[in-house]
């Protein structure tokens, strides 16, 4: 035995009771002295352990009610609400960018995107899965979150916050940059949106592609469409005559000969009656000999109700516009780009490819500018903004139900002129631009820009019976896209973006028809 007497003497014996030890034991190597019961012996402090931060992905799932789970399915609701938790943990864990940003906006944005990506993705799944089958496609479908790319979902999210940082209210628009993002949804979404993406790559609107497809409106085309090919010498530089308040001009609504002025002051807001809409050819019966009648697309009625002014649906103030480009310049006068100081750039820093279109109004200065909204090939807005009357000029009537321009928006957001306008275009368009619009030469007057290098969806896209007949940008977009556009109404009118985009499409797809 090892000699261990005198190691334990500090420990009290575990049999030791009164003194002694309960069985009496000789040669105990335990201390039985009563002072150290009261001892108690060393206990190190427990280890203390790092706390962990909880992991993005493991907070609570939404969660499936039971009234939106059938009663007969043969999965049970602790299932699909498993395969739930799968996909949002995913998501979640996908989605840490948002998360972890310091931005508040854009933690709840990730939330909502998380929780609504989660439920539509197992709605997916319970809708195309059986009981068998359902387990392993939730499983499946939650590792497929992770193979889309970090890198994308990033440069989205920094653009977002970057919208944020400028604008602390800007909460829409960076919810549309995240949910434009190639790698933001279910996986349906994110399918569809690589393959639009690829889809556009591959017609993408290119100097040389739509120089070699004969886009390029040709010159004789031009003409005919009303486009101003130059300035002839004795026209004067223009401008001599901004405002025609005090002349007699005829209304282009009703016809009567007014006194231009500024409401008020002149003339009444309601002293015109008219028809905001247009005529159109309708059928009366079945047979090709039926008797045809034209109908005002406003109100419906036919066309003969013009004759009596109390019977024209719409009322507003008299206004006028100028019929003809020598007109025109004396209101305010035609320039090319290379007449603008900042458009004196190299050809390397101006857009190849770009799509123009501008909302007009009624002043004392006759039909004028008052929103010029330019994009890119991509689709991207360059430049939206409203223009202000010139020095001089008053404003007579907004025309909303066309140009879709509000009173308050337009007295608050109306910072740019003409020429101011027209010099930050020269940053985006030269001589050498190719500008896509419809009817672009109304929207070149308006500007009283000189520009020939265009392509018209008026002339890519002729009417049956040939100039001067046109189709409508609605109509040609709901034909050939698919897309509704132009419904917001009278009180909304329309969006200069909107058709610029959709002006962009049309010869995507025209272009896309012909070469792929």
């Known amino acids: 035995m090892l000699p261990v007497r005198g190691l334990l003497h500090d420990v009290v014996c575990p049999s030791f009771r009164d003194g002694e030890c309960e069985k009496k034991r000789i040669g105990c190597v335990f201390s039985h002295d009563t002072s150290l019961l009261s001892v108690r012996p060393h206990q190190p402090e427990p280890e203390k352990r790092p706390v962990k931060k909880p992991r993005v992905g493991m907070t609570e799932p939404p969660r499936i009610t039971s009234a939106h789970h059938s009663s007969t399915s043969k999965l049970t609701l602790a299932q699909r609400q498993d395969g739930l938790k799968k996909m ?74 970057q919208a944020l940082s400028i604008n602390k209210n800007a909460t829409n628009e960076a919810a549309r940059i995240l949910e434009a993002c190639t790698e933001t949804g279910t996986e349906t979404d994110v399918r569809l949106k690589r393959e639009s993406q690829q889809q556009r790559k591959k017609g993408r609107l290119t100097r040389e592609r739509l120089v070699k497809a004969g886009f390029l409106c040709p010159k004789g085309d031009l003409e005919q469409l009303g486009y101003l090919m130059d300035v002839p010498s004795e026209w004067g530089p223009g401008g001599e005559a901004a405002d025609a308040s005090g002349e007699k001009q005829t209304c282009v609504r009703c016809g009567v000969v007014f006194k231009v002025g500024p409401l008020g002051a002149v003339q009444s807001a309601e002293a015109c009656h008219f028809h905001p809409g247009r005529p159109r050819r309708e059928r009366l019966g079945e047979t090709t000999r039926s008797r045809k009648v034209f109908r005002w697309t406003c109100c419906g009625r036919t066309a003969d109700s013009n004759a009596l002014g109390e019977d024209r649906c719409a009322t507003g103030p008299h206004v006028f516009k100028e019929e003809t480009p020598q007109a025109m310049h004396r209101r305010a006068g035609y320039v090319r780009w290379s007449d603008i100081p900042s458009a004196a750039q190299e050809a390397s820093e101006v857009l190849p490819v770009a799509a123009l279109d501008c909302e007009m109004s ?76 419809h009817g672009l030469e109304n929207d070149l007057h308006a500007l009283r820009l000189l520009h020939t290098n265009v392509v018209d969806t008026c002339q890519l896209f002729p009417h049956p019976r040939g100039l001067p007949f046109r189709l409508a940008l609605r109509d040609l977009v709901s034909q050939h896209l698919g897309k509704l556009i132009q419904t917001g109404g009278a ?24 070469y792929t």
């Open 362 to 437: 009624y002043t004392t200065a006759g039909m004028s500018v008052t929103r010029v909204t330019l994009v890119d090939e991509t689709g991207d807005v360059l430049f939206d903004e409203m223009i202000r009357c010139p020095e001089g000029v008053s404003m007579i009537d907004l025309n909303t139900q066309f140009s879709g321009i509000q009173a308050e928006a337009y007295e608050a957001e109306a910072v740019f002129d003409l020429d101011s306008a027209r010099k930050t275009l020269a940053q985006y368009i030269g001589p050498h631009t190719i500008l896509i619009g």
């Open 491 to 514: 009180s909304v009118g329309h969006s200069s973006a909107e058709d610029a985009q959709m002006t962009l499409e049309l010869v995507r797809w025209k272009w896309m028809n012909r």
């Open 88 to 161: 949002y943990t995913s998501l979640r864990r996908f989605y840490a960018p948002l998360f972890d940003h310091s931005e508040p906006a854009l933690q709840h944005l990730g939330a909502d995107m998380a929780t609504n990506d989660a439920l539509r993705m197992e709605q997916d799944v319970f809708q195309h899965a059986n009981e068998f089958s359902y387990k392993s496609s939730s499983i499946v479908g939650a590792a497929s979150v992770m193979k889309r790319s970090s890198e994308v979902l990033a440069a989205s999210v920094a653009e977002a916050a």
